[in-house]
């Protein structure tokens, strides 16, 4: 490492970590990007006030998603609103449980782009990663919040993000919880959908148009070239 001619990191954690340990420069924070072919502008459903249709979406299944953390959370809801959580991605159906009557746990496998969308377009909030903690980070750039801000379905999760949390017209749009295997407050996440349903096309709107500003891969790559060029 020490031989390197310089670092790119996908955190601001990543570089400082190996900068503590190595004698590198230059060195640059380059984090995940998403383009706006990938995904369809799907939007989200204004919440009813009755029925609130979650997703998660994700590849497989790893801890630090936080996916316990959300159940257990919902487990513990007391509320007349009946809340779906649809998981898409290879996930054990052994792992998560729901133990109140009006919790819902749907998991839709793998799914191709067209039944992806579908799904989506249903849905009135998104799952972000809750449990990052379990890995001992506090900041990162997941593929997933980039995926929501494309598709225009506002989120919840748990970690700083290098790109969103710069950004406080990006911000508005995640509500944010501790990076701890603390209780979600559903009570905060319901005023929260409320609001953002309340301006439902403005919102997926503005949030297509920031993943194509700040998120878009064009202007990673762009990134990586004059990193290349110091």
């Known amino acids: 490492m020490n031989s390197s001619k310089g670092i790119i990191g996908l955190t601001t954690d990543i570089i400082d970590n190996l900068a503590a340990n190595f004698v590198v420069t230059p060195k640059k924070v380059i984090t995940n990007g998403v383009s706006e072919k990938s995904y369809a502008f799907t939007k989200f459903k204004p919440f009813d006030g009755n029925n609130l249709e979650l997703i998660f979406s994700g590849s497989s299944y790893l801890e630090w998603h ?3 953390r959300l159940t257990d959370s919902l487990n513990k809801l007391r509320t007349h609103i009946k809340i779906n959580l649809n998981i898409v991605g290879t996930f054990p159906t052994n792992k998560l449980r729901s133990t109140n009557a009006n919790f819902n746990i749907i998991y839709h496998g793998l799914l191709d782009c067209k039944k992806s969308e579908k799904i989506f377009r249903n849905c009135n909030l998104a799952i972000g990663t809750l449990a990052l903690y379990t890995k001992g980070m506090q900041e990162a750039s997941p593929l997933k919040s980039r995926e929501y801000f494309c598709r225009g379905i506002p989120f919840i999760k748990a970690y700083y993000d290098t790109d969103i949390d710069k950004y406080a017209e990006m911000k508005q749009f995640c509500l ?10 559903f009570n905060q996440v319901i005023e929260f959908i409320k609001d953002m349903s309340s301006q439902t096309y403005d919102v997926a709107l503005r949030m297509r148009e920031l993943a194509i500003e700040k998120l878009n891969w064009t202007i990673k790559v762009k990134e990586y070239f004059d990193f290349l060029e110091i």
């Open 66 to 68: 936080g996916l316990e």
């Open 176 to 185: 944010d919880f501790p990076d701890n295997n603390s209780e979600i407050d």
